[in-house]
């Protein structure tokens, strides 16, 4: 053996072992067999620098000569890693532990026990100094005198353990041979047993078959009496059945009766209510048409009253209007009018007077004719301003005047137009009063009928209720009928249907159940029995869809179902017996949908229908195909007989028809029900409608009504102005002629003064105007007893005219006025006493109409009044029939059950029987 090549250990620091000793040793690691971890660290790392984290030696041996065990290796290669916490073997590259790399050494000649085939570095010296003694002792472990003696001793060690093995297997021999001698006689033994035992089984064989022939014919009497106890309890168990029905028909009938007849209560209260509202609003028309014909008979005598007193009024009116026109008015204007010349006489008569006086005055006033003329043209100037004022005030007056009858035509036209406007908003008025009086009539038919359907709704809402609380109780039947977890997972089916967005019929085809129809319900035990629970299994068109299925099922813990995907279903053709005994189920008792043959296939196609039991096990074993009556009985192809009673109250297929009838009646119902809505919610559409109609009716009539008030007010206004301009016209045409009078005055003035300039200046009258100064005060005395004289008259022509005229205004016209306001057009809602005969006669006629239609509706309610208290008596006397009906079938119900279970102890009884025998 020699190394192959020479290998140095080197680490991080670059500190290198390049001797063989080292290497090995460091290899082997036998002085330090358990190195810290500093003197490992020690050993990585020696100076300065980042310490080294791992380090390892590798020795490659030369094999050639095999001295190392391994086969077909030239080079063994060794390697030991050396970490801070990790101290690994590797040999010829794999992990190996320090126990195997020890081994395969010693093999090769590297013993423990002689560490000395190579000397480490260090030791020569050791060596050469050593005593004699331990120069000796080291020669023997050289020499393997010391490992001689080791062995030596272990091997006499296991010499004495090997006597001592040996001496036990001798006893075990010993104990062996006793046995084998007893076991000998013991064979001996069981052979003539053998002969014994022989005779005693024949003897007891012919004993057994006599016994059995009696027990045979014990059973087949027994078999007998249970057939017939079997027919009896079928036909107990099928009365028993038929009487429950019976009761829940019955039970059903009466729950229906009861919640008919709580619907025929409301419907009785709220016919009661509606009576009770419709006779107060019969006695309430009857009561208004009776005000409104005493409003009316006295209407028509005050009518007739108005037109005695109008007549009387217009004759007095034309009395005195003649009597003032033709008598007062001229008296009074003439002795005014010679009021007004005298006055005016005497006033010029003072002012030519007083004009003289100045005159005379301004003779003794000024000295020269210059200051006289100067002081004259001052106060005509003066003169000539209070003339300019005076005609500024007459034309003011005229144009006012003017203005004033401009505005009073104008507002009389005003006023006529407006009245034309009242004549048509009124026909406007009527024409709106009949519209909301038809809508409301309408809406009353509206609201009716909308109570008639409420009616319907509610009843429709009782028998939907009703219609869930089936379909609930037949969907809990159903699950009955089912394993729990096949009732969950087919409960989650609907939805998930719906999340995987499967096209129904095309992907998803629900149970097999489902998907058949019997042709005949006397098939329904034996397709029943033939399906067993493969009726709930669930068809789908590839098993792509069942494992989507699956895996939301699965997800969400959903349940578990059985699916039957149609790519995947492989089907033999099967070749059915041709016999009248027996018939193919599947063609016989079902049909279905072509798409889904091959899971009724799977289903069905391997089952006959038999005419009996005997005909089923016949042909159960010639054809290989199960056999099923149609009372249920299955002959297995494998030869297995089931069948017995049925319970028909846990039979799937019944469930499953009265869970699809009763889904059936509900989806009618809420049809019928939804319809029944959509027509409500269409009348109360329309019943809003007319109400906004009415509304906006009674709106517009408002509207317009105080639209007419205010052109009434309007009207009157104007009345009152134009009599108030009027005034003011005869105001200003007293005013005028005064005021002509006083600029005729001025001028007169102004004329004298204008003749009085450039005369001489004189302090004493001419004899002309002396003359004239003296006829002047004789006309004024005269003129001033005249005007007392002539006030009296006037006063008394004043007091008379003043008199008629407020008689005539305030008294006669006035009454006349009111007259023709009361007997006028009157509007609803004005609070007036004196509402107009024709108003007063179409309320009559309106109030009569409705007072008809409250009468129509007073009948129509106690008709359907005492119809529903017929229906209420007829539901009350029913429920009772009914009440009697269902103890007598109690009570029948309670004698079959005593029966059944009498029929029970009998068929223990034969049981028992048969377990005697």
């Given at each position: 053996?020699?190394?192959?090549?020479?290998?140095l250990?080197?680490?991080?620091?670059?500190?290198?072992?390049?001797?063989?000793?080292?290497?090995?040793?460091?290899?082997?690691?036998?002085?330090?067999?358990?190195?810290?971890?500093?003197?490992?660290?020690?050993?990585?790392?020696?100076?300065?620098?980042?310490?080294?984290?791992?380090?390892?030696?590798?020795?490659?041996?030369?094999?050639?000569?095999?001295?190392?065990?391994?086969?077909?290796?030239?080079?063994?290669?060794?390697?030991?890693?050396?970490?801070?916490k990790?101290?690994?073997?590797f040999?010829?590259?794999?992990?190996?532990?320090?126990?195997?790399?020890?081994?395969?050494?010693?093999?090769?000649?590297f013993?423990?026990?002689?560490?000395?085939?190579?000397?480490?570095?260090?030791?020569?010296?050791?060596?050469?100094?050593?005593?004699?003694?331990?120069?000796?002792?080291?020669?023997?472990?050289?020499?393997?005198?010391?490992?001689?003696?080791?062995?030596k001793e272990?091997?006499?060690?296991?010499?004495?353990?090997?006597?001592?093995?040996?001496?036990?297997?001798?006893e075990?021999?010993?104990?062996?041979?006793?046995?084998?001698?007893?076991l000998?006689?013991?064979?001996?033994?069981?052979?003539?047993?053998?002969?014994?035992?022989?005779?005693?089984?024949?003897?007891?064989?012919?004993?057994?078959?006599?016994?059995?022939?009696?027990?045979?014919?014990?059973?087949?009497?027994?078999?007998?009496?249970?057939?017939?106890?079997?027919?009896?309890?079928?036909?107990?168990?099928?009365?028993?059945?038929?009487?429950?029905e019976?009761?829940?028909?019955?039970?059903?009938?009466?729950?229906?009766?009861?919640?008919?007849?709580?619907?025929?209560?409301?419907?009785?209260?709220?016919l009661?209510?509606?009576?009770?509202?419709?006779?107060?609003?019969?006695?309430?028309?009857?009561?208004?048409?009776?005000?409104?014909?005493?409003?009316?008979?006295?209407?028509?005598?005050?009518?007739?009253?108005?037109?005695?007193?109008?007549?009387?009024?217009?004759?007095?009116?034309?009395?005195?209007?003649?009597?003032?026109?033709?008598?007062v008015?001229?008296?009074?204007?003439?002795?005014?009018?010679?009021?007004?010349?005298?006055?005016?006489?005497?006033?010029?008569?003072?002012?030519?007077?007083?004009?003289?006086?100045?005159?005379?005055?301004?003779?003794?006033?000024?000295?020269?004719?210059?200051?006289?003329?100067?002081h004259?043209?001052?106060?005509?100037?003066?003169?000539?301003?209070?003339?300019?004022?005076?005609?500024?005030?007459?034309n003011?007056?005229?144009?006012?005047?003017?203005?004033?009858?401009?505005?009073?035509?104008?507002?009389?036209?005003?006023?006529?137009?407006?009245?034309?406007?009242?004549?048509?908003?009124?026909?406007?008025?009527?024409?709106?009063?009949?519209?909301?009086?038809?809508?409301?009539?309408?809406?009353?038919?509206?609201?009716?009928?909308?109570?008639?359907?409420?009616?319907?709704?509610?009843?429709?809402?009782?028998?939907?209720?009703?219609?869930?609380?089936a379909?609930?109780?037949?969907?809990?039947?159903m699950?009955?009928?089912?394993?729990?977890?096949?009732?969950?997972g087919?409960?989650?089916?609907?939805?998930?249907?719906?999340?995987?967005?499967?096209?129904?019929?095309?992907q998803?085809?629900?149970?097999?159940?489902?998907?058949?129809?019997?042709?005949?319900?006397?098939?329904?035990?034996?397709?029943?029995?033939?399906?067993?629970?493969?009726?709930?299994?669930?068809?789908?068109?590839?098993?792509?869809?069942?494992?989507?299925?699956?895996?939301?099922?699965?997800?969400?813990?959903?349940?578990?179902?059985?699916?039957l995907?149609?790519?995947?279903?492989?089907?033999?053709?099967?070749?059915?017996?041709?016999?009248?005994?027996?018939?193919?189920?599947?063609?016989?008792?079902?049909t279905?949908?072509?798409?889904v043959?091959?899971?009724?296939?799977?289903?069905?196609?391997?089952?006959?229908?038999?005419?009996s039991?005997?005909?089923?096990?016949?042909?159960?074993?010639?054809?290989?195909?199960?056999?099923?009556?149609?009372?249920?009985?299955?002959?297995?192809?494998?030869?297995?007989?089931?069948?017995g009673?049925?319970?028909?109250?846990?039979?799937?297929?019944?469930?499953?028809?009265?869970?699809?009838?009763a889904e059936?009646?509900?989806?009618?119902?809420?049809?019928?029900?939804?319809?029944?809505?959509?027509?409500?919610?269409?009348?109360?559409?329309?019943?809003?409608?007319?109400?906004?109609?009415?509304?906006?009716?009674?709106?517009?009539?408002?509207?317009?009504?105080?639209?007419?008030s205010?052109?009434?007010?309007?009207?009157?206004?104007?009345?009152?102005?134009?009599?108030?301009?009027?005034?003011?016209?005869?105001?200003?045409?007293?005013?005028?002629?005064?005021?002509?009078?006083?600029?005729?005055?001025?001028?007169?003035?102004?004329?004298?003064?204008?003749?009085?300039?450039?005369?001489e200046?004189?302090?004493?009258?001419?004899?002309?105007?002396?003359?004239?100064?003296?006829?002047?005060?004789?006309?004024?005395?005269?003129?001033?007893?005249?005007?007392?004289?002539?006030?009296?008259?006037?006063?008394?022509?004043?007091?008379?005219?003043?008199?008629?005229?407020?008689?005539l205004?305030?008294?006669?016209?006035?009454?006349r006025?009111?007259?023709?306001?009361?007997?006028?057009?009157?509007?609803?809602?004005?609070?007036?006493?004196?509402?107009?005969?024709?108003?007063?006669?179409?309320?009559l006629?309106?109030?009569?109409?409705?007072?008809?239609?409250?009468?129509?509706?007073?009948?129509?309610?106690?008709?359907?009044?005492?119809?529903?208290?017929?229906?209420?008596?007829?539901?009350?006397?029913?429920?009772?029939?009914?009440?009697?009906?269902?103890?007598?079938?109690?009570?029948?119900?309670?004698?079959?059950?005593?029966?059944?279970?009498?029929?029970?102890?009998?068929?223990?009884?034969?049981?028992?029987?048969?377990?005697?025998?």
């Amino acid at each position: 053996m020699s190394l192959y090549h020479l290998c140095l250990f080197i680490n991080s620091n670059d500190h290198i072992y390049a001797n063989h000793s080292s290497i090995i040793v460091l290899k082997n690691d036998t002085p330090h067999p358990n190195k810290t971890q500093e003197e490992r660290q020690a050993l990585l790392h020696e100076g300065s620098g980042s310490a080294a984290v791992n380090a390892f030696v590798e020795i490659v041996f030369d094999n050639s000569d095999n001295r190392f065990s391994m086969e077909n290796s030239d080079e063994v290669v060794l390697r030991r890693t050396i970490g801070h916490k990790k101290d690994e073997f590797f040999l010829q590259r794999k992990r190996a532990t320090k126990n195997e790399i020890m081994s395969l050494l010693e093999g090769a000649g590297f013993s423990k026990s002689n560490p000395y085939f190579i000397v480490q570095q260090g030791k020569v010296n050791a060596l050469c100094t050593m005593s004699d003694g331990e120069r000796l002792q080291l020669l023997k472990e050289v020499a393997g005198t010391t490992v001689y003696d080791e062995k030596k001793e272990e091997s006499l060690a296991k010499m004495e353990e090997n006597a001592a093995s040996i001496e036990k297997i001798d006893e075990t021999l010993e104990y062996m041979e006793t046995k084998l001698e007893d076991l000998r006689g013991e064979k001996e033994e069981l052979t003539q047993y053998q002969k014994l035992d022989k005779s005693r089984r024949a003897v007891e064989y012919t004993l057994y078959d006599k016994e059995l022939r009696k027990a045979r014919e014990a059973l087949d009497e027994i078999e007998h009496s249970r057939n017939d106890e079997v027919d009896k309890l079928s036909q107990l168990d099928e009365e028993v059945r038929n009487m429950h029905e019976q009761i829940m028909a019955v039970q059903a009938d009466q729950k229906t009766k009861t919640n008919a007849l709580k619907r025929n209560q409301v419907y009785l209260k709220g016919l009661e209510k509606d009576k009770t509202t419709a006779m107060t609003h019969k006695t309430k028309l009857t009561l208004e048409c009776k005000e409104l014909e005493e409003q009316l008979q006295q209407g028509t005598e005050l009518v007739a009253a108005n037109k005695r007193e109008l007549k009387k009024l217009n004759e007095e009116i034309a009395k005195v209007e003649r009597e003032l026109g033709d008598t007062v008015q001229p008296a009074y204007e003439e002795a005014k009018a010679t009021m007004v010349r005298m006055t005016n006489e005497r006033d010029e008569a003072r002012k030519q007077m007083e004009g003289l006086y100045a005159k005379q005055g301004r003779g003794k006033q000024f000295r020269t004719k210059k200051d006289r003329d100067a002081h004259l043209q001052t106060q005509i100037k003066e003169l000539e301003a209070a003339k300019a004022e005076k005609e500024e005030l007459l034309n003011g007056q005229r144009d006012k005047l003017s203005g004033l009858r401009k505005s009073v035509a104008s507002e009389t036209k005003d006023i006529e137009k407006k009245r034309k406007d009242l004549q048509q908003k009124a026909k406007m008025l009527d024409e709106l009063k009949r519209s909301v009086d038809e809508k409301k009539r309408l809406r009353n038919e509206m609201a009716d009928s909308r109570k008639d359907q409420w009616r319907s709704i509610s009843e429709l809402s009782d028998k939907v209720t009703e219609a869930k609380e089936a379909s609930r109780r037949a969907l809990h039947d159903m699950k009955r009928s089912m394993p729990f977890a096949t009732a969950t997972g087919l409960d989650a089916l609907k939805h998930i249907v719906v999340a995987e967005k499967l096209t129904v019929g095309v992907q998803y085809f629900g149970l097999v159940v489902e998907n058949f129809e019997l042709t005949d319900h006397k098939y329904q035990t034996a397709v029943e029995v033939a399906a067993q629970n493969s009726l709930f299994h669930i068809i789908v068109d590839t098993d792509d869809t069942a494992a989507r299925i699956m895996k939301r099922l699965e997800k969400e813990k959903l349940g578990r179902v059985t699916f039957l995907p149609l790519n995947q279903l492989k089907v033999d053709s099967v070749r059915y017996p041709e016999s009248t005994d027996v018939a193919p189920l599947m063609e016989q008792c079902i049909t279905f949908d072509p798409v889904v043959r091959r899971a009724m296939e799977h289903v069905f196609a391997r089952k006959l229908l038999a005419r009996s039991v005997d005909v089923a096990a016949t042909w159960s074993t010639r054809s290989h195909l199960d056999a099923i009556t149609l009372d249920g009985d299955l002959c297995s192809r494998k030869g297995a007989l089931t069948g017995g009673f049925v319970d028909q109250e846990k039979s799937k297929l019944r469930a499953h028809y009265a869970l699809k009838t009763a889904e059936e009646d509900l989806k009618e119902l809420e049809k019928e029900y939804k319809e029944m809505k959509e027509k409500s919610t269409a009348v109360d559409q329309q019943v809003s409608n007319t109400m906004g109609e009415v509304q906006r009716l009674e709106a517009k009539y408002a509207n317009l009504d105080h639209m007419m008030s205010r052109t009434d007010d309007e009207v009157s206004k104007l009345e009152k102005q134009i009599e108030r301009h009027n005034k003011q016209v005869k105001q200003i045409e007293d005013d005028v002629p005064n005021t002509e009078t006083q600029v005729t005055s001025f001028d007169g003035q102004i004329a004298r003064l204008q003749e009085e300039m450039g005369t001489e200046l004189t302090s004493t009258l001419s004899d002309d105007e002396q003359a004239l100064l003296d006829q002047l005060k004789a006309t004024q005395t005269r003129l001033d007893s005249e005007i007392d004289q002539h006030t009296q008259v006037l006063e008394d022509a004043t007091v008379k005219r003043q008199k008629l005229q407020s008689l005539l205004e305030d008294n006669l016209i006035m009454r006349r006025t009111e007259i023709t306001e009361s007997s006028s057009r009157s509007r609803p809602g004005d609070n007036n006493a004196n509402v107009s005969q024709a108003q007063l006669k179409e309320d009559l006629a309106q109030k009569k109409r409705e007072l008809e239609e409250a009468a129509q509706t007073t009948d129509d309610v106690d008709r359907q009044l005492s119809e529903v208290k017929a229906t209420d008596e007829k539901l009350r006397a029913e429920i009772m029939t009914i009440k009697n009906d269902l103890e007598k079938l109690k009570t029948e119900d309670s004698s079959y059950q005593k029966k059944l279970e009498k029929a029970h102890a009998d068929q223990e009884k034969l049981l028992n029987k048969v377990s005697r025998v």
